[in-house]
């Protein structure tokens, strides 16, 4: 393909027949699947599923982010049609990734909702692939944890947030996008140990023993440092990444349920996840976009490109990193 197929490709994430590849589309028009990738249900011989979990149930002060996923997918669009800079290696052409839709679930039944959300992802990693999840309040990582869970035991978290989400819940029931990583650590499917938060810059005095790198020593050592330090808390382990938008600083994504100064930019944010590629990672997760509370899109933007990335570095751990 070149750029000149512009003026007769549309609508790829429909009539796409090579599911490798970029597309040249009109960056205005088209369906607006996730970087063009094709919408299907169909998960042989797929390698990365991206799926939505339209869901917030309890983000502090500012609800929406039900609505992140469409926006991130619009957002995606506008991405050029290239390989994602900077990496040696494009894995839209080396790897059979699809847009897999959205979980369905009832949003009057809320207390279904957690295992409805982990049964959408066992079902992903049944058939052989990874998932990259466009939320959605920070919780659903909890119901999807589980899944990952089943499959590879305990996992390493390296969760990039303002939050560390730890705070003492022990009501397994309760739906809250605080305490999730608290009922991962203390249900035995996330190992503290081997864990680690970065850009944390909010009060929390247990954080179960998960590592921690706030924002202050992020700023301080740097991206490149960051990520060596991540890579050897969680080894060769399996690893679960989540990036809540508000790990950035709201100048570079104010459209979060939680904003806090103080936070990474979106340029730190690129260089530390370029710098996680060796780790072994599983799946991961973009949350918190909320469209309602940023006009000018740059936060769905930053969860597009978070989002690719996740994908890079799952296509990195695939082809053994060479």
């Known amino acids: 393909m070149a750029l000149e197929d512009a003026k007769t490709q549309m609508d790829h994430a429909f009539t796409r027949d090579d599911p490798r590849g970029p597309s040249f589309e009109l960056t205005f028009g088209g369906a607006t699947s996730f970087l063009r990738r094709r919408y299907t249900k169909d998960l042989t011989g797929v390698d990365i599923a991206v799926t939505g979990v339209p869901f917030d149930q309890a983000v502090t002060n500012r609800p929406g982010t039900r609505l992140g996923p469409r926006a991130i997918r619009e957002a995606s669009s506008l991405q050029a049609p290239d390989a994602p800079y900077g990496w040696p ?156 938008i508000d790990g950035l600083d709201p100048a570079f994504a104010p459209g979060t349920g939680t904003p806090v100064w103080g936070g990474l930019s979106s340029a730190q944010a690129a260089a530390l996840l370029r710098g996680l590629a060796g780790i072994n990672i599983q799946g991961g997760d973009v949350v918190e976009v909320s469209p309602p509370f940023d006009t000018t899109g740059a936060t769905a933007i930053a969860g597009a490109h978070v989002a690719t990335e996740i994908c890079q570095l799952l296509g990195w751990r695939m082809r053994g990193g060479a």
């Open 89 to 244: 290696f494009d894995v839209l052409s080396e790897r059979v990734i699809v847009d897999y839709g959205d979980v369905a679930f009832d949003y009057a039944n809320i207390p279904a909702f957690p295992d409805t959300l982990t049964g959408h992802i066992r079902g992903i990693l049944q058939a052989g692939a990874a998932s990259v999840v466009l939320g959605g309040d920070h919780y659903i990582s909890f119901p999807i944890l589980k899944a990952y869970a089943e499959k590879h035991g305990p996992m390493s978290l390296i969760q990039i947030d303002a939050h560390t989400d730890t705070w003492a819940d022990d009501d397994m029931s309760r739906v809250d996008h605080g305490t999730m990583f608290y009922k991962a650590v203390k249900s035995g499917i996330v190992d503290p140990s081997t864990s680690v938060q970065i850009g944390i810059r909010t009060t929390n005095e247990d954080t179960l023993g998960v590592n921690i790198i706030d924002a202050p020593e992020f700023h301080r050592i740097g991206p490149d440092m960051v990520a060596s330090r991540a890579k050897e808390i969680v080894g060769d382990r399996p690893v679960y990444l989540s990036f809540d």
